[in-house]
């Protein structure tokens, strides 16, 4: 009777014991899953506006590179035509002549794309000899004009032959509208994950109100493209995004900020986080987002997985409450574990590699120069640089769509993969660019690998058959060469050098293999 009331009350008190232990692993494990949630949806976050940001810093640096770059070729430009008109005629008369066919060539043929500003004048009479884009009007104070000329110049040359004088160069304005259209092209054809995108306006007046700022591209609203966009304007919980992103400028040239807009692709209204930035020299707010409620579906769907696991160890504790006990912190803490490095395994996989043609992404690519400089400086090998660039790729996409332009982005990687060593390294870097890093190549080899790595890329033949288009898309590619050098203070000035012999390759006919010399190689 003893033994029997003994066990009755052991396996009461075992009961209990599982009851209390149950609950209590229970209503811990739920504040730890609140904890938990809000962690990983915080990690997650920070990440993401890690990512919005280095997508915006990168496109000003690649603006800031287009812009240095067209500057220097425009300055080039001037100064070889100044250098032309030196070796003119002595006679005033042949002179004048000889200048105004050489302007009314170039200005015919180069026609909406022309460059130059010109005004040339008599010395003695101060009458207007040339003035074909008219910067001087009739009544106008010339020496006016030819200041106002010498601020709006990124690049002049002043004339004075006899009684003939002169200023001629190309505005400043011109250049860095030019700058504005490409990039404006390149972000509407960017394509990011998530339905996220790059949108830029214009802002007209800092102070805000109806009409402070022009919508310049917008992928997502495209026919909005050419707005006017107003403070007072709000989203659809009474947010006023457009003042919100106007004071964060305003106070510190950029700002993370949320809102609700309509998804890419659907009429659904959700919450975005966004990151903008100005661009002053455009006075461009140039921003990026994503929606935060794939956020908290990823932190639901794995709070629905931690909750099932729960009950199975709950299960466990009722059978063997030591062995249970035991059993089940180990595998929640290493359950946790596994789901954070799956985590963050995949967002670093996400943020390392480009998911169209899985070469490194422009970040990770960054980080691998600033390595391969670094190892460079402390006494190791110097890898080869090159910069590869799809000749007329946007008429590929124009021509054919997107899709193939895909296609072509991906056979191009595959080729290059086929030429390279497990060891080298492919970036693509922006659009229908991409930079390789190449070890144990000197010049003459790397100029060979550049070649052979041209001739599979020429070698590609992609059909393309539609119910309108039956045709073959080959691939063309310019190509720039070059090596560190001991005067590089950082890795992105032999970058510019693999542009700049690229860009070269461009200018003397595409599809070619140009070197950027290096004196101490």
Known sequence: ???????????????????????????????????????????????????????????????????????????????????????????DDEFIKFFTNRFDTDIKNLGKDNYWTILFWDNITNEVIYNPQSEYKNGDDLDFVIERLKSELLSYEEVK?????????????????KIKLITAEKIRRQRFDDDSYIWVSQILNYNGG????????????????????????????????????????????????????????????????????LYKDFDWVIATGVYIDEVDAYVENTNIKSKSLA?????????????????????????EGIYSKKMNKRLKNEADYDALTNAYSRRRGVEELANAYSSFVKGSQNPTLMMFDLDRFKLINDNFGHDIGDVVLRRTVEAINEIIKDTDIIIRWGGDEFIGVFYGLKKEEAIEIAQRILDKINSIEIPVKTSEIDDIVKIEMSIGVTYFSKSDRQASDAVKRADDAMYESKETGRNKVSYFDVEDL
């Open 161 to 177: 032959h006899g009684r003939v004088s002169g200023i001629f160069g190309v505005k400043t304005k011109f250049v860095d509208d």
């Open 311 to 335: 009950r199975e160890i709950v299960l466990q504790l009722m059978l063997v409450i030591l062995i249970v006990m035991s059993a089940g912190i180990a595998l929640v803490v290493h359950t």
């Open 1 to 91: 009777m003893k033994i029997s009331k003994i066990r009755i009350l052991s396996v009461i008190l075992i009961t209990l014991m599982c009851s209390a232990i149950s609950y209590f692993y229970l209503v811990s494990h739920n504040a730890f899953g609140k904890i938990y949630q809000e962690e990983t949806r915080n990690t997650i976050i920070e990440i993401k506006k890690t990512f919005l940001k280095d997508t915006i810093n990168n496109l000003f640096v690649e603006i800031d590179v287009e812009r240095e770059l067209e500057y220097e070729r425009y300055k080039y430009f001037t100064k070889q035509r100044g250098i032309s008109l030196d070796f003119a005629s002595e006679d």
């Open 210 to 277: 109806d009409n402070y700022a022009i919508r310049i591209v917008h992928p997502n609203l495209p026919e909005t493209e050419g707005s006017f966009l107003s403070t007072s304007t709000m989203d659809t919980r009474g947010n006023k995004p457009y003042l919100e992103e106007l004071d964060g400028i305003n106070k510190n040239g950029e700002l993370f900020f949320s809102y609700y807009f309509k998804k890419l692709n659907s009429d659904e209204i959700a919450e975005k986080l966004s990151y903008s930035r």
